[in-house]
DNA sequence: TTCTTTGTTTCGTAATAAGAAACACCTGTT
DNA sequence: AACAGGTGTTTCTTATTACGAAACAAAGAA
């Protein structure tokens, strides 16, 4: 006799996702107390300090006086899962290549649970800013590579993706309508490569090209992002998109016979 | 009344353990079913199921074709907890350079809980296998880098780690008696850099040089790895050292002043 | 088709996670 | 030095809930 006449059988663990809860706003917060985050998610400051109690136990929080962080056993799980990328390791080597001849920031970013994440980043000379980390992920719609891969995803994968997260605004430019999006991706397929002209950033460019497997699935996307002031015109329209495809067309054939 | 004898209150949680449990075993057999799952760590198929549904709800794990994998919020998280390393950025471009220079593996390496943790890796053009992997975890006493730091921990500091993890061999090479770690210690103190001649894998030689904060604390080391044909007498004992010192100088004036 | 194996759901109960409050510990203040 | 105010930690009790067993569903294979 459940007391609260809810549906009796939860299907989810309530503990797990207290922890993860913890763990989230840990990381929201960058660091934070027992008290801090028993307020923060409302729980009692007895069973925060047990579940960061358990966390620690397996390194994934650790305590640097008095205040608990995230630890590095998120890196590690999260570097196995990086590696089980197929191809990681050229993608990485080309990634590299790509900032070395463009001097901008470039990165490789594939999808997962519709959202888009960065498998490898790379700063080039001019050093630009960016939002980008190992691991981020961006909403797909938002950023160049996003639209890259999206365009060579299934219809019905692409609509999944959209009911799942929507199509939220970054800026004024970011494509907010369905219908809008589907006819960009449809011209980005013609095209070969996507334009981000500030739908992420203000005042930041990109310009994506999509990896494609072996069987024609679409394994992720490169990226080279830079400030609009640099990235306009021939090089933003054509040259860079040029060295882009002959590295990307370098590393298909790579993984073709591989 | 609890009715197994035990200590009545747990200080951890039992279901975050096995949610822990679970992630680490679909680790460790790359990626898994429910069935699978639930006959390796001994818990009903049932609970698994909750489990992975709980887990999978916030992207820690994912589905792919029946089989779970682990997901790449791990990554997200864990490359979060990269970003936070002060100076990281300045490390990683070190190591390239290092790399770069000397035409081995290179690794950049701190300690977390007693074990040494990879923070930033760059395999130069000589292309050298090597176990390491962003985020992988090592014992202390069996590499160059783990070393090195040790040697600039305080004594009991050590003497805490050597209690909590042991001195494990991994070749015949390793250090396993706690005194000859002590003396190689004070020598590498002395010396400024540490050796590791195959005590992690045979046939593998390596230089450590720490990383020192502005206050005299150990942030981590630098390791440069490469085969043991190619790294001995001069170039393994002064000519390597004297370029990564040199390097590590740079990045230690650079932290202090930013 | 039927049989086998897997993933998923249901349900009752025994285990246990959570809160409240006491305790311990530190730090700064008067 | 004593104290006050804030931590983190532990204790204890109860209501919650996580668990296993078994039923159910779904998907292949024979």
Redesign the pocket.
Known sequence: M???GS??????????E?SLTIIEELKRQNGA????L?AAI????????????TLREHDYVV?ND???QIGLTFLDIGGYALCQFDGIKQVESKVRELADRTGETVQFSTEQHGRSVVLAREAGHKGVFSRARLGKRFHMHQISGGKAILAHLPKERVQEIIDRHGLPAATDATITSETELFEELECIRDRGYSFNKGESTDGLHAIGVPLMGPEGDVLGAFAVAGPSHRMHSERFKDEIPDVMRSVVNEIELNLTYS
């Open positions: 459940p007391p609260h549906t009796s059988t939860a299907t989810r663990i309530k503990s797990v207290t107390t027992v008290t801090e028993a409302d729980v009692s400051k007895g069973t925060v300090h047990k579940h960061l109690t305590n008095g205040t608990y």
